[in-house]
């Protein structure tokens, strides 16, 4: 049971794996925020702590520049991959490593909900909050 | 296109409308906690602001019967669901009212995988955060 779709799961494992490090190369590391249309779906929502819910890549992409200024690099980490029809459920942690001399860290917990959009693996629902 | 799935479609969201009540009506209003098994899948996982994941429906139990004593009611709203797969993927809005004189309200957003168990659709991975 569930052998053959094995390969295919690490495939798309992979895939996941080059979409999140993105954000934290890219869109981090070198605030090239166009790169968060390989990230995102072009309708995709994210549902941030202290804001309402944010819609659609533009507004998305406007979010995460305002947000990135202070922040040096935001590591993600996989804890479980859930295939669901054509998308995924991934439930992971994320270390942000704010900045200042002290560079100070933050541990966020996420839940998002993966789509294959233009046969890239995006993220298409995109919540997080803290541990404390 | 899409038009033969909408009648399992609006079964499913009524499912899911039942599971949505009961949180407020038993969990809440009659502080029924054996309900949750009604709720949340055997293996669940939630994922609160200010705590860390808790795994699996009797530590998920505590958790509710911890918070629930200073609630008195929470009220959820079905913003978005997609099918996926087996599974639904739901974005919502939850008001909870608190306890005390002036019962002040506190707005949550989440989003819910939901996967069905003992032929129930029933809450598999849950997460929120506050607005403000």
């Given at each position: 049971?569930?052998?053959?779709?094995?390969?295919?799961?690490?495939?798309i494992k992979l895939a996941m794996k080059s979409t999140n490090d993105l954000?934290?190369?890219e869109v981090f590391g070198k605030r090239n925020f166009d790169a968060l249309?390989?990230?995102?779906?072009?309708?995709?929502?994210?549902?941030?702590?202290?804001?309402?819910?944010?819609?659609?890549?533009?507004?998305?992409?406007?979010?995460?520049?305002?947000?990135?200024?202070?922040a040096r690099s935001a590591v993600l980490t996989s804890i479980d991959v859930?295939?669901?029809?054509?998308?995924?459920?991934?439930?992971?942690?994320?270390?942000?490593?704010?900045?200042?001399?002290?560079?100070?860290?933050?541990?966020?917990?996420?839940?998002?909900?993966?789509?294959?959009?233009?046969?890239?693996?995006?993220?298409?629902?995109?919540?997080?909050?803290?541990?404390?």
């Open positions: 049971m569930g052998t053959a779709r094995e390969p295919a799961l690490n495939e954000f934290n190369t249309d390989l990230i995102y779906t072009s309708d995709a929502r994210i549902l941030p702590p202290g804001s309402p819910i944010i819609s659609g890549r533009p507004a998305i992409k406007r979010f995460w520049s305002e947000l990135v200024s202070s859930m295939p669901a029809g054509d998308g995924v459920v991934e439930i992971g942690r994320a270390t942000l490593t704010l900045e200042g001399e002290s560079a100070p860290q933050m541990e966020v917990k996420y839940v998002v909900y993966w789509r294959q959009e233009d046969g890239r693996w995006k993220w298409h629902v995109d919540i997080w909050n803290q541990d404390s």
